[in-house]
């Protein structure tokens, strides 16, 4: 495997309601990690972008934020209709099929204040079997939430406890959106959305964007760059689309891509989780097997800011973040999508 | 262009999907027997049985193809209570979303519960469907499933 780095990324604060267009929140998320990267923007060999045209009901919309990044002279690019990680996953893909690459830039950007997120999230489901019954993704999170108490491993107070962790923890990130001390009882006794999913175990509904640099070991060494976050594991893995077939109580798909990307839950200083339902930490916590010295989520997690299809790729821009300020050696970030955890991703990255 | 043939040419736009879709041979076969009120799974080759079926074994990717008939009974096996039935839901009143295990079954299936109140639900509680006046081929066509002994 070719050594890639995460170099530099670039987020702005998440709103309930950002005044900026995409195209405007894409322009300045890529602009600022291009500046962080050093690297000139005409150098780039390889551009790729995560959104979803479903949030805002207009087809081919990630075509319009090209207009954000110039894409003159031509340049190689690519998009998912996914969360900015699995993008992410793309151009390194790309990087590593071609010794002839050496930097890729991704971006990704999603606004929750265009439509009704928990309605628009049901048109992922099965088309025949459960789109007709529009359950709302607040709704599915709930019956994974209350087989997990069923599970008896589980109580409540477990999911009011990271709740209130999260939002205490992104009192420190700047780029959070809901934080503050909360207490357990405050979190427990607050009104129900779907039973038993109270308001503070849900995420906030997020407008945000972010972008992230990735270069070869050559193009880090041109550079002279002094902490980059090597990628040393990268791998997704998805599960059944029903629910009814698969063990919502457990991650078989984040364990697995967790070992394939030799996470080794107890050698992280560092795991940025992308849990944006309080009960799916504790989940995806027993999946990597995050001993207790591991930091979780040192930014509040989604349950701070979960701008949709930004809230994955943020995760690895904040566990490379770790690294390049030095404060960790080895940091794993996650990201999810689809309903109930369907489908992990995992990227373990190393200092030098 | 002379002014008397200054005719503005209009062409009919209308949008949509100008083709027709089949739901093919096991979601076809599973939506055509709610129409006539039943209900049918897919058998996998350990011997467990699907419901709502599948094309393809979710493990394995294997082809399926043995149906089995099931009753419109079963347990509930996961639930939420939606206090506030948003707009889509089609609910005026609460109701539950569950997955509900059939009798014969042994995966679940996603649909909706109706009882009198939160706190009648749990899993592992029986619950039989109640089925559309009008039935036309679409999961719909159980309204919702209702606890047994109400039923």
Same mark, same amino acid.
């Given at each position: 495997?070719?050594?890639?780095?995460?170099?530099?990324?670039?987020?702005?604060?998440?709103?309930?309601?950002?005044?900026?267009?995409?195209?405007?929140?894409?322009?300045?998320?890529?602009?600022?990690?291009?500046?962080?990267? #050093?690297?000139?923007?005409?150098?780039?060999?390889?551009?790729?972008?995560?959104?979803?045209?479903?949030?805002?009901?207009?087809?081919?919309?990630?075509?319009?934020?090209?207009?954000?990044?110039?894409?003159?002279?031509?340049?190689?690019?690519?998009?998912?209709?996914?969360?900015?990680?699995?993008?992410?996953?793309?151009?390194?893909?790309?990087?590593?099929?071609?010794?002839?690459?050496?930097?890729?830039?991704?971006?990704?950007? #999603?606004?929750? =204040?265009?439509?009704?997120?928990?309605?628009?999230?049901?048109?992922?489901?099965?088309?025949?079997?459960?789109?007709?019954?529009?359950?709302?993704?607040?709704?599915?999170?709930?019956?994974?939430?209350?087989?997990?108490?069923?599970?008896?491993?589980?109580?409540?107070?477990?999911?009011?406890?990271?709740?209130?962790?999260?939002?205490?923890?992104?009192?420190?990130?700047?780029?959070?959106?809901?934080?503050?001390?909360?207490?357990?009882?405050?979190?427990? =006794?607050?009104?129900?959305?779907?039973?038993?999913?109270?308001?503070?175990?849900?995420?906030?509904?997020?407008?945000?964007?972010?972008?992230?640099?990735?270069?070869?070991?050559?193009?880090?060494?041109?550079?002279?760059?002094?902490?980059?976050?090597?990628?040393?594991?990268?791998?997704?893995?998805?599960?059944?689309?029903?629910?009814?077939?698969?063990?919502?109580?457990? =991650?078989?798909?984040?364990?697995?891509?967790?070992?394939?990307?030799?996470?080794?839950?107890?050698?992280?200083?560092?795991?940025?989780?992308?849990?944006?339902?309080?009960?799916?930490?504790?989940?995806?916590?027993?999946?990597?097997?995050?001993?207790?010295?591991?930091?979780?989520?040192?930014?509040?997690?989604?349950?701070?800011?979960?701008?949709?299809?930004?809230?994955?790729?943020?995760?690895?821009?904040?566990?490379?973040?770790?690294?390049?300020?030095?404060?960790?050696?080895?940091?794993?970030?996650?990201?999810?999508?689809?309903?109930?955890?369907?489908?992990?991703?995992?990227?373990?990255?190393?200092?030098? | 262009?002379?002014?008397?043939?200054?005719?503005?040419?209009?062409?009919?736009?209308?949008?949509?999907?100008?083709?027709?879709?089949?739901?093919?041979?096991?979601?076809?076969?599973?939506?055509?027997?709610?129409?006539?009120?039943?209900i049918?799974?897919?058998?996998?080759?350990?011997?467990?049985?699907?419901?709502?079926?599948?094309?393809?074994?979710?493990?394995?990717?294997?082809?399926?193809?043995?149906?089995?008939?099931l009753p419109d009974t079963g347990v509930?096996?996961?639930?939420?209570?939606?206090?506030?039935?948003?707009?889509?839901?089609?609910?005026?009143?609460?109701?539950?979303?569950?997955?509900i295990q059939l009798d014969g079954?042994?995966?679940?299936?996603?649909?909706?519960?109706?009882?009198?109140?939160?706190?009648?639900?749990?899993?592992?509680?029986r619950v039989r469907a109640?089925?559309?006046?009008?039935?036309?081929?679409?999961?719909?066509?159980?309204?919702?499933f209702?606890?047994e002994?109400?039923a």
């Amino acid at each position: 495997m070719r050594d890639i780095a995460v170099i530099a990324s670039a987020q702005i604060p998440s709103e309930r309601r950002s005044d900026l267009s995409e195209i405007e929140m894409v322009q300045k998320v890529v602009t600022g990690a291009i500046e962080k990267s #050093g690297i000139d923007r005409r150098a780039f060999d390889f551009w790729c972008s995560g959104s979803a045209d479903m949030l805002c009901g207009r087809p081919f919309s990630f075509v319009s934020a090209l207009d954000a990044i110039g894409a003159w002279p031509p340049i190689r690019e690519s998009h998912v209709e996914m969360d900015g990680a699995w993008a992410l996953y793309e151009a390194w893909l790309k990087l590593q099929s071609d010794p002839g690459l050496h930097c890729a830039i991704v971006y990704c950007f #999603g606004q929750s =204040s265009l439509g009704p997120v928990p309605d628009i999230l049901a048109t992922q489901l099965d088309p025949y079997y459960e789109t007709p019954l529009w359950p709302d993704s607040i709704s599915v999170a709930a019956i994974q939430a209350r087989a997990l108490l069923d599970g008896g491993r589980y109580t409540e107070r477990d999911f009011a406890e990271v709740a209130v962790e999260n939002r205490r923890r992104g009192k420190s990130n700047p780029n959070a959106q809901l934080t503050g001390d909360f207490s357990i009882e405050e979190a427990m =006794s607050g009104p129900y959305i779907s039973s038993p999913l109270r308001k503070h175990y849900c995420p906030p509904l997020s407008d945000g964007a972010c972008a992230i640099v990735i270069a070869s070991r050559e193009k880090v060494d041109e550079l002279g760059f002094a902490a980059p976050a090597w990628i040393r594991g990268f791998d997704h893995r998805v599960e059944a689309q029903s629910l009814g077939v698969r063990d919502l109580t457990s =991650s078989a798909s984040t364990q697995l891509a967790g070992r394939r990307a030799g996470a080794r839950g107890d050698s992280l200083d560092v795991a940025e989780l992308h849990a944006p339902f309080a009960h799916q930490e504790l989940i995806l916590r027993e999946a990597l097997e995050l001993g207790g010295s591991v930091s979780v989520n040192p930014s509040g997690g989604a349950l701070a800011a979960n701008p949709i299809m930004v809230a994955g790729l943020l995760r690895i821009c904040e566990a490379a973040g770790a690294i390049h300020r030095g404060e960790a050696k080895r940091a794993l970030g996650h990201a999810t999508s689809g309903p109930a955890l369907q489908q992990n991703l995992v990227c373990v990255m190393e200092a030098n | 262009m002379s002014e008397s043939s200054a005719e503005i040419l209009t062409a009919p736009y209308r949008l949509k999907y100008s083709y027709k879709r089949t739901t093919g041979p096991v979601i076809g076969r599973f939506l055509t027997d709610l129409r006539d009120g039943k209900i049918t799974g897919v058998r996998r080759p350990d011997g467990a049985v699907m419901v709502p079926p599948r094309e393809y074994d979710p493990e394995t990717g294997e082809a399926l193809s043995e149906f089995v008939s099931l009753p419109d009974t079963g347990v509930v096996t996961g639930w939420t209570w939606v206090a506030e039935p948003r707009q889509l839901h089609a609910m005026s009143t609460p109701f539950a979303f569950a997955t509900i295990q059939l009798d014969g079954a042994h995966t679940g299936m996603l649909h909706r519960v109706v009882a009198p109140d939160e706190s009648v639900m749990r899993s592992g509680m029986r619950v039989r469907a109640r089925w559309a006046a009008e039935r036309v081929g679409m999961i719909t066509d159980i309204e919702c499933f209702v606890p047994e002994e109400s039923a």
